[in-house]
């Protein structure tokens, strides 16, 4: 069975996030970058599938993301995944999902695909549209959000579990299916010692944009974003002392009026 | 600073801090509150591997070396230093002798069972009258046939009661001080071992430090190491490493404690202000990042010196005096920051000022540091300066 499963680079779930100066995007000085918190359920639960299916199965991680996402793919590689295909171009500048997903789709298609596992959305953009393009592009179904995973005993059903306000959806899928995780799925493993030890042994794909012939990718994109504003200071609280009743209110209703101008 | 790490150090180390964070952290609390050895913990390290870091992969080991130990260690201290003390024994003391100084067989037999971490390790040393001094050393090995009768008893053996394998220092010559030592490896089930009474310690209360009495202890002859009377060049030898791993813990506490201390001052308001705008606690937090940095490039130093087959024991010996003096003065500021309530367990610190103390005391106290190094030194100049 050929798992795959997506990644991608995004800043620390700790990092505190500052606009840079031209309001044109995220100032990385600092930032440390990791794999999509979502995405670490898909490797697990790729990983976990091929120990399930055994024979000569393989976890294939597909990332889009500039040179220096290695990185995570090198972690994937030493959690377990077997192979890797890295999509990196320095033409790809803030790639719109739909840009994502075209490219994504030809790496896949040409490398062979029987299931689909990325992140429900990434913790960057928070758009969680890649995976519903890439499905479009694809032309297989899509479950999203989803918290328990099976695989029918022919390998050809997948069933699914997905966790919605106050029930839970039970899904039958057909393979090939992308499938969208959250966090409570599993228990994402560590990289252990002799896994990092193999992950220098193990291949990654480079393709550029020439290697996967861009014919489809959107030449326009179809949103942009203008400009990155930072977030308005929350005021400060204040705190009206005393003892008397009466005489607080009276404060505070001359802040509101002459302060605040609310009244 | 990014200390010059290669793509695979960056990997370990952020296996060892998410394993810190993550399941360490889970229970560190509680089992230092209790005082309880985490079994199921080493059992999740050894199967992660770090529990044969210098160990070759023909032996189950991963051999990532005493660099990638030293980044380990110290990502454990920083939320428990006494699981660091295991692993540190563990790997730099028991598993590096039996690989440097054990016969081909008692490699294969014991290095595959301590690299999984299936059983732990540990090193009897120490005895009521020899600590800095193991010249004085009086269990004693009488060869009976094919075995050696041990008799005697050890102190403080961090991980005694836990451990599947055990190195063992004893007399096998009464006449020859120094060279009448011999170590061996024993396990807990020859006949004739048992476990005394535990230390009601200060601080490393997770870790487990227990006496250890030998009564007509049995060990066959093939688990002598190297051959009789190398027992003080294989302690001396072994504890290079070893000092390395406790200077590594100095890290990871001092970072702990530096770590608290600024999440402390930032949220503490005196006199209308935040406490970490006065300057008294500036200086401090100064002071205190600098110890840790400058401690942190002799320790890293010296594991990659150690690494590389230079002759490191001089750099081993500064970096663990550097090291475990300074992550003293930083627990002490850091705990000053906190004010009253540093000294109530409710506040890391606490844990963190007790654990620190150990360290300037076992594996050579900064006294014996003091003594290798100035040795090491004079001999350099002995070497080129007219007599
Ligand atoms: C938590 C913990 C865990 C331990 N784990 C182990 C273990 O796993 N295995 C093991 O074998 N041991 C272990 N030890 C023992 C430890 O290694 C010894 O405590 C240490 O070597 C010091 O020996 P001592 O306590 O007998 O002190 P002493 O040697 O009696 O020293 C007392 C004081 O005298 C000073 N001193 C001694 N000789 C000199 C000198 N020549 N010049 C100047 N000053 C000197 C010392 O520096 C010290 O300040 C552990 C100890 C602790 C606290």
């Known amino acids: ?263 | 600073m990014n200390y010059q790490l290669n793509e695979e150090e960056k990997m370990l180390q952020k296996t060892a801090a998410d394993f810190a964070n993550k399941s360490l952290a889970a229970v560190a609390v509680e089992s230092n509150e209790k005082g309880e050895f985490q079994d199921d913990i080493y059992k999740q390290l050894g199967k992660l591997g770090f529990l044969g870091m210098t160990v070759p992969e023909k032996y189950g080991g991963v051999d990532f070396g005493n660099f990638c130990l030293a980044l380990s260690i110290e990502q454990i201290s920083r939320v428990c230093a006494s699981t660091a003390v295991a692993i540190s024994v563990h790997n730099s003391l028991t598993n590096w002798v039996i690989l440097n100084f054990g016969s081909a067989e008692t490699r294969e037999k014991y290095l595959p069972l301590l690299a999984s971490g299936e059983v732990l390790g540990a090193y009897a040393l120490t005895e009521s009258n020899a600590g800095s001094d193991i010249g004085a050393i009086q269990t004693s090995a009488v060869r009976e046939g094919d075995n050696y009768i041990l008799n005697g008893s050890k102190l403080f053996v961090s991980t005694g009661d836990k451990a599947g394998v055990v190195i063992v220092f004893a007399r096998t010559d009464t006449e020859n001080r120094k060279r009448g030592l011999s170590a061996f490896v024993v396990e807990p089930d020859f006949p004739g071992f048992s476990v005394g009474k535990p230390e009601k310690k200060m601080g490393l209360k997770a870790s487990s430090t227990v006496e250890l009495v030998f009564e007509d202890c049995v060990v066959p002859v093939a688990n002598l190491l190297a051959e009789e009377g190398k027992g003080m060049l294989i302690a001396l030898s072994a504890l290079d490493g070893g000092r390395i791993g406790i200077a590594s813990q100095a890290l990871g506490i001092g970072q702990a404690a530096l770590d608290e201390a600024v999440k402390f001052a930032r949220g503490r308001v005196q006199f209308g202000r935040k406490i970490i705008d006065f300057q008294s606690t500036k200086w401090k937090i100064a002071e205190m990042a600098t110890k840790l940095e400058a401690s942190r490039l002799l320790v890293y130093n010296a594991a990659r010196l150690r690494d590389s087959g230079d002759i490191s024991t001089k750099h081993v010996s500064m970096a663990k005096l550097f090291a475990t003096r300074a992550v003293n003065e930083i627990v002490y500021d850091s705990l000053q920051i906190h004010g009253g309530v540093g000294y109530t367990s409710e506040f890391l610190i606490e844990r963190l000022f007790r654990d620190a103390r150990a360290l300037e005391i076992y594996e050579g106290t900064s006294e014996v540091q003091k003594l290798v190094i100035s040795r090491e030194v004079i001999k350099e100049y002995d070497r080129i300066l007219p007599d």
Request: proline content about 4%; some cysteine.
């Open chain 1, 1 to 263: 069975m050929k798992i795959i499963v997506l990644l991608k680079r995004v800043p620390d779930t700790e990092a505190k996030i500052l606009i840079n100066s031209e309001g044109s995007g995220i100032n990385e000085e600092g930032v440390k970058f990791i794999i999509n918190t979502y995405d670490e359920y898909a490797i697990e639960e790729g990983l976990k599938l091929k120990e399930n299916v055994g024979g000569d199965s393989t976890v294939t991680v597909v990332c889009m993301g500039p040179e220096e996402s290695t990185e995570i793919i090198r972690t994937a590689l030493a959690m377990g995944a077997d192979n890797a295909i890295h999509i990196c171009d320095a033409a790809l500048d803030n790639p719109t999902p739909d840009m994502t997903a075209t490219l994504l789709a030809k790496a896949i298609k040409n490398n062979g695909f029987d299931i689909i596992f990325c992140g429900k959305q990434g913790i960057d953009y928070d758009m969680a549209q890649t995976q519903a393009f890439l499905a479009e592009k694809l032309d297989i179904p899509q479950v999203n959000i989803i918290s328990e995973f099976a695989i029918s005993d022919d390998n050809k059903k997948a069933f699914l579990v997905r966790s919605i306000e106050g029930a839970d959806e039970k899904v039958e899928a057909d393979l090939p299916v992308i499938i969208s995780c959250n966090k409570g799925l599993n228990e994402p493993r560590y990289a252990s010692l002799p896994g990092i030890m193999k992950a220098k042994r193990k291949e990654i794909k480079k393709l550029t944009l020439t290697d996967l012939d861009s014919s489809g990718v959107p030449a326009e994109k179809d949103s942009t974003i203008i400009k990155w504003l930072s977030l308005p200071k929350s005021g400060e609280c204040k705190i009206i002392e005393g003892e008397d009743f009466g005489e607080k209110v009276v404060e505070l209703a001359r802040l509101l009026r002459e302060e605040a101008k609310v009244l």
